[in-house]
C-alpha cells in the first residue's frame, strides 16, 4: 500500500492507510498517546494505545516531539471529536527525522517569530498564506495566457531607473555600477513593438526607507503592457483581473480562507466594474465627507488613501493625478496639461495602492524634460528614447503590487507575512 495524503485519507474516510508527516502536536498518559499529524494537505488525530501496539511502536510514539517527522499506518475513521473529525487508530509508526525541542511554542513575538522564519513557515497560518499565494500567481498566469498575452521576461539587473533614484538598489556589476530592478516598464515598452499583449510576475526592488506594513525591499509585481491601447482599456483589464483574482481565490482556498478566519462574503464583493473618480474628484470626497484639506497637487498619502477608502467596500480607481508629482513617463492629459494620464487602484479596508499604471509617454520632447526635471542623465535613456523613434504607437500598462494582494485576500494585518522570507529595510534575515 502505497502513502497518502492526509486529506486524502480523510476524503477515503475509512479503512486501513499509510500517512506521512510531522508531528503537529502531542499528547501522552500511561497507556494512550495523541499525535496530531500534519502534512501539506491537513492535520489529523492519531491515537496509539499501548496495549493494542508493539513495544517499539508504543515506545516511537511517547518519544516523538513536535515536528517529528514519522510514517504512520493505521485504521482511519469518522470521530467529531478529533480536531479535523477523523481519527486514526495507529498499527504500526516509524521516526523518519527526530526534531530536537521546537523553539516556537505559543505566544511568542512577531519578532522572534520572524527570526524563526525558516520554521515557522511550516505553521498552518503561513502555510495557509502560501497556498493562497500560489493560487494568486496562477490566476495572473490564467487571465493573462486566456486573453492571448505572452509571458515576458525582464531582466533584473538594470543600468537605468524607473520609478525614481531615490529607491534604487545598487549592485557591483564587475567594475561597474548596475542597479536592481524597480519596474519591468522599460523593457516591457521596448517588447511592445513585438509582442503587443505581454505580462509578467517578477521580483522588483526597492530600498524603501518606509517602515510600514505596506512596503517591502523585495516584492513580486504583476505587470502588463499593451500597444494601441489608453486608460480605458487598462482599467478595464486591472478590474477584470482583480476580480478574477479573488473569485479564483475563493474557489481553490475555501479551508485557507477559514484557517485564516478571512471574512469571505467581503471578497465576494469584488466585481468588476469598480467605481471611478478623479484625483481631483478624490479632493473633493475627502473635504466634504472626511473633513480632510488636501491642497491640489500633493501625492494622496496613506492616511488620505485609508480616509477616502472608509467610503468604500471593493477597490476603486483613481485616475489623473498631478502630473508634477508623477514618473517621468507619464504624459499629460491633453485636455488637462496638468493631469497625467495614470491610475492606481485602491484596495478597501486599509490595503492600500494594489495597482499602479498609466498611459507612456511618446512625446521625445516632454520625455527628455521630464527625464532631466528627475536628475537623469539623458544618455543612459537613449535606447528608451529611441523607441519613440522607431515607429511608435500608443501603449499603456499596469503593475500590481502581488504581495499588497495576497495580504487583502489573506485579511492579514502586514505585509511581512505575504511573503515567504520578508526583507526590509531592517529585516533580512533568515
Ligand atoms: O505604482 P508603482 O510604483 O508602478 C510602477 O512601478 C509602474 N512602472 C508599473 C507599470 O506601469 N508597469 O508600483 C506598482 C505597484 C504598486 O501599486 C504597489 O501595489 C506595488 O507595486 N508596490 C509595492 N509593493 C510592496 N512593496 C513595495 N515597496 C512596493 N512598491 C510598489
Ligand atoms: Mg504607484
Not at 481565490?249 to 478623479?278: C, G, M, Q, S
Request: charged share 30%.
Amino acid at each position: 500500500m502505497s502513502y497518502m495524503s492526509i486529506q486524502e485519507a480523510m476524503n477515503k474516510g475509512s479503512g486501513e492507510v499509510k500517512l506521512h508527516g510531522w508531528v503537529y502536536r502531542e499528547r501522552k498518559s500511561a497507556k494512550v498517546a495523541f499525535v496530531v499529524l500534519r502534512d501539506s494537505t491537513n492535520i489529523i488525530q492519531c491515537v496509539i494505545k499501548k496495549d493494542a501496539v508493539p513495544e517499539k511502536v508504543w515506545d516511537a510514539a511517547i518519544d516523538s516531539p513536535i515536528e517529528t517527522s514519522l510514517k504512520i499506518t493505521g485504521e482511519i475513521k469518522e470521530d467529531a471529536r478529533a480536531p479535523t473529525g477523523f481519527e486514526l487508530a495507529v498499527t504500526d509508526m516509524e521516526k523518519v527525522g527526530v526534531s530536537d525541542t521546537y523553539p516556537i511554542t505559543k505566544d511568542q513575538s512577531t519578532e522572534f517569530l520572524l527570526d524563526q522564519r525558516h520554521l515557522w513557515i511550516r505553521s498552518r497560518r503561513l502555510t495557509a498564506i502560501m497556498k493562497v499565494r500560489s493560487t494568486v500567481f496562477g490566476a495572473i498566469h490564467k487571465f493573462f495566457r486566456e486573453r492571448a498575452f505572452h509571458e515576458f521576461a525582464p531582466p533584473i539587473l538594470t543600468p537605468n531607473a524607473c520609478e525614481g533614484g531615490s529607491t534604487l538598489f545598487e549592485v557591483k556589476y564587475y567594475d561597474q555600477k548596475m542597479y536592481l530592478t524597480q519596474s519591468w516598464q522599460l523593457y516591457a515598452e521596448a517588447a511592445v513593438f513585438a509582442l503587443e499583449k505581454l505580462y509578467c510576475i517578477s521580483p522588483c526592488f526597492r530600498a524603501e526607507k518606509s517602515k510600514t506594513s505596506r512596503h517591502l525591499s523585495e516584492f513580486w509585481m504583476a505587470e502588463m503592457e499593451i500597444a494601441w491601447a489608453g486608460l480605458d482599456d487598462i482599467g478595464k483589464a486591472a478590474e477584470e483581473l482583480v476580480a478574477f483574482i479573488a473569485k479564483e481565490v475563493i474557489e481553490k482556498n475555501a479551508e485557507e480562507l477559514k484557517i485564516l478566519e478571512r471574512d469571505v462574503e467581503k471578497l465576494k464583493k469584488i466585481k468588476a466594474p469598480f467605481p471611478r473618480l478623479t484625483y481631483s474628484e478624490a479632493l473633493k470626497l475627502l473635504k466634504e465627507k472626511k473633513d480632510l484639506d488636501v491642497p491640489w497637487g500633493k501625492d494622496l498619502r496613506t492616511v488620505e488613501e485609508d480616509k477616502l477608502m472608509e467610503l468604500y467596500e471593493t477597490p476603486v480607481i483613481v485616475t489623473h493625478y498631478p502630473k508634477e508629482t508623477m514618473a517621468f513617463y507619464k504624459p499629460s492629459d491633453p485636455n488637462n496639461p496638468k493631469e497625467a494620464l495614470c491610475m492606481d487602484m485602491l484596495a478597501p479596508d486599509g490595503y492600500g495602492e494594489i495597482i499602479g499604471g498609466s498611459v507612456r509617454d511618446t512625446d521625445l520632447d516632454s520625455l527628455k524634460k521630464a527625464l532631466e526635471k528627475e536628475g537623469e542623465k539623458l544618455e543612459r535613456y537613449e535606447w528608451y528614447l529611441d523607441l519613440r523613434r522607431y515607429g511608435s504607437v500608443p501603449h499603456s500598462g499596469f503593475g500590481l503590487g502581488v504581495e499588497r494582494v495576497v495580504a487583502w485576500m489573506c485579511g492579514i494585518d502586514n505585509i511581512k507575512d505575504a511573503i515567504p522570507f520578508p526583507r526590509t529595510m531592517i529585516r533580512f534575515r533568515p
